[in-house]
């Protein structure tokens, strides 16, 4: 999956939520399955989830989840709630997570409300310049990119890509090959 998109079109909630994965594989590159998500969300302050819940979600068949259900997958799965919302507004993982976790960052958006659209784009200059003066690169992205490695392929055996390829391996298993 991309970590950008059509700045018009939305990200579905299938799409940010295979996004939340990506960000959640381990160092051997294994994603949580969704009993893993299930039990996460029994920690939660929201719903409980049976793992055929969330692979519903995961698979794209739940249709219209209730705000409960949202909010317990995207605790379990860090992210901030708001992220699983309909519509672009809410497809910035990056700038949702700021909102979220730091209060200096909402008192500094609230303090931009009435402010003219050359005084927004002058605390975004300055904001860029900090960014280049600390070493920081100015292109932050809507999804973070993954940890380092996790989109490597896995060593291991490799999939079967049809079921001729299964029956053949079985015979082969059985014939002691």
Known sequence: MADTHDAGRALSLRAKLLALLR??????????SA????????????????????????????GNPTAGTLGSVASAL???????????EWDDLTALTVFVSRP???????????????DILAIRSRLQEIRRQRGLSEDVPTIPPPPPGVD???EGRPRRRSLHDAAERAADYLEGR
Request: charged content about 20%; overall charge positive; cysteine-free.
């Open 35 to 62: 009993r893993d998500i299930s039990k996460a969300t029994r920690n939660g302050a929201g719903p409980a989830l049976s793992h055929s819940q969330v692979n519903s979600l995961f698979n794209g068949s739940s």
């Open 104 to 118: 200096e960052a909402r008192e500094a958006l609230r303090l931009m409300q009435g402010l003219e659209v050359q």
């Open 152 to 154: 490597q392929p896995r």
């Open 78 to 88: 860090g992210a901030p709630a708001a992220f699983l919302l309909q519509g672009a």
């Open 23 to 32: 960000l959640r594989r381990d160092g051997d590159g294994f994603t949580p």
